[in-house]
């Protein structure tokens, strides 16, 4: 299972990094991919629950977890009202 799950969770982890970085107005839709990765995962570890499944889950949910974090943290614009 380690191997089935361990490209998908990095390309999420890869994606999600050049969503954050380079597209902040698809921050919501790049988290909610990853954590939709990381059901996938839980769903790999119900299967066959390893010691190395779970580690690879627990990074990968750091990572969302951080991201998160840090998108909760930036201050969003609000839009203001025309003058006219």
């Known amino acids: ?3 089935a799950l361990l490209l998908p969770l990095m390309f999420s982890v890869a994606g999600g ?3 954050f970085l380079r597209r902040p107005e698809q ?3 790049g988290l909610l991919i ?3 990765f990381q059901l996938v995962g839980a769903a790999g570890y119900v299967l066959q629950p390893t010691l190395e499944v779970f580690a690879l889950l627990c ?3 750091l990572f969302v977890l951080v991201l998160m974090t840090r998108h909760l943290q930036t201050p969003h614009g609000t ?3 025309s003058g006219e």
Request: charged share 5%; aromatic share 6%.
């Open 79 to 81: 839009p203001q009202p």
């Open 27 to 29: 921050r919501p839709q």
């Open 1 to 3: 299972m380690l191997n």
């Open 17 to 19: 990094t050049f969503v």
């Open 59 to 61: 990074v990968h949910a």
């Open 34 to 36: 990853m954590i939709l």
